[in-house]
């Protein structure tokens, strides 16, 4: 009987708090279609004249902007990139040795292996380094304005250098 009471008691409570009103108004009716709906979102943003929002036009870039999106990007390379390498380890014929030798057999030049080594490791580095930045921003750390730009270019400076020491190997 208590138990009754107190569910009756908390039911009272949320209406009285929610109220049928403000809920109960934006409720879309079940008859309409996804279609419908957006036909009315686009007609209300037209009366009102309200820009499209975000609009990537009146952003102007900046740094961190770039950064987060060369993040993204550099994610999911890695991720195609590991996907590949594991498929093409479990299809192909041969051992990966032979296709190093392959490759060496080759005589590309030491610039070439450089550079070529040098891309391969980039993404991985940058991705490594603003990871870590990243989670330096989990912890409340380095977030003013200032702060995030200079640990951008710091990630790029650590990028460039950890990039080059891994392809130099």
Known sequence: MAALALRGLGRRCLLARLGPGPTLHRVIPMGTTAREEMQRFWERNERSNRPLSPHVSIYRWSLPMAMSITHRGTGVALSLGVSLFSLAALLLPEQ??????????????????????????LPFSYHTWNGIRHLAWDLGKGLRLAQVTQSGVLVLLLTLLSSAALAAL
Do not use: D, E, N
């Open 96 to 121: 990966f040795p032979h296709y190093l030798a392959q490759v060496r057999a080759l005589s590309l030049g030491p610039a070439l292996v450089f550079s070529a080594k040098f891309a391969l490791v």
